[in-house]
Nanobody
């Protein structure tokens, strides 16, 4: 059974940085795509960043230039480095592994950007 476990969330001041980690119980990088999503109460979950098995990466426009997604194949871990954080980045961040016909999700980690 595939498990995804996020860590690294917390409270940070505007302009600060955090690095989220998503550790998987299996090798996720050979197929599909790994992504970070976020959700605030009352809104739909949105894709923040995604890295494909072939290495292609995309970001939502609102985080371009501030967030970086990366992976460590040996550790079965994907990261989201977040810099220049803004209050509107506050959300629960979820790790996702998407393969044909199936999506796997972590439980999420809270990120709060506030002074």
């Amino acid at each position: 059974q595939v498990q995804l476990v996020e860590s690294g969330g917390g409270l940070v001041q505007p302009g600060g940085s955090l690095r989220l980690s998503c550790a998987a119980s299996a090798n996720m990088f050979s197929i599909g795509a790994m992504g970070w999503y976020r959700q605030v109460p009352g809104k739909q979950r949105e894709l923040v960043a995604r890295i494909y098995s072939g290495g292609a990466i995309n970001y939502v426009d609102s985080v371009k230039g501030r967030f970086t997604i990366s992976r460590n194949n040996a550790k079965n871990t994907v990261y989201l480095q977040m810099t220049s954080l803004k209050p509107e980045d506050t959300a629960v961040y979820y790790c996702n592994w998407a393969i044909p016909g199936r999506d796997y999700w972590g439980r999420g980690t809270q990120v709060t950007v506030s002074s």
